[in-house]
């Protein structure tokens, strides 16, 4: 499966934004997200996980309450809803893909979409 995040852009603290991750390739459904962030010089920080059905999701303690982890099957795109966003929340946002068990530091994620650039200004 192939995946492309977009969506990124620059915002004040306490904005919004969304980020989306379109799939193409092999069946979409079959398939648990996830959702990580990246600065550079640091290690890759797990955001958020959503199950294949959309039923089940999960979220780092940092962002939970804030942001919102979501899918539509039918147009093979899941989405990240980032609210009350804060400067620490810069990063390089990654999705991925995991047809087998997942852990939070990325084993079992397979495939890997570009990321998109998110700023936040204080």
């Known amino acids: 499966v192939q995946l492309q995040a977009s969506g990124g852009g620059l915002v004040q603290a306490g904005g919004s934004l969304r980020l989306s991750c379109a799939a193409s390739?092999?069946?979409?459904?079959?398939?648990?997200i996830g959702w990580f962030r990246q600065v550079p010089g640091k290690e890759r920080e797990w955001v958020a996980t959503?199950?294949?059905?959309?039923?089940?999701?999960y979220y780092a303690d940092a962002v939970k309450g804030r942001f919102t982890i979501s899918r539509d099957n039918a147009k093979n795109t899941v989405y990240l809803q980032m609210n009350s966003l804060k400067p620490e929340d810069t990063a390089v946002y990654y999705c991925?893909?995991?047809?087998?068990?997942?852990?939070?530091?990325?084993?079992?994620?397979?495939?890997w979409g570009s990321g998109t650039l998110v700023t936040v200004s204080s």
């Open positions: 959503i199950s294949w059905s959309g039923e089940s999701t």
């Open positions: 991925a893909a995991s047809g087998t068990a997942w852990n939070y530091d990325g084993r079992g994620f397979g495939y």
């Open positions: 390739g092999r069946t979409f459904r079959d398939y648990t």
